[in-house]
């Protein structure tokens, strides 16, 4: 299972006010976001810009 971690999250550019307001505004739990990461599936269901963004970014690294 693919997770989207922090460190993806930085390099698509969110910063953690930003990254905060953006799991709230999808009702999701950002500190077990920072501390465990999200399976993939669960955000490509949001179509979101920046949930796509970052599940290319954890695909392209776990080489799919």
Known sequence: ??????????QAGFCASGFIAWAKSH????KV???D??????LEALHDG????????ARKEAGQ
Do not use: C, P, Q, W
């Open 50 to 57: 920046f949930a796509d963004k970052v599940v290319a970014l």
């Open 33 to 35: 976001l920072l501390r």
């Open 27 to 30: 009702n999701l739990d950002y």
């Open 1 to 10: 299972m693919i997770k989207v971690t922090k460190s993806h999250m930085r």
């Open 37 to 42: 990461g999200v399976d993939v599936e669960i």
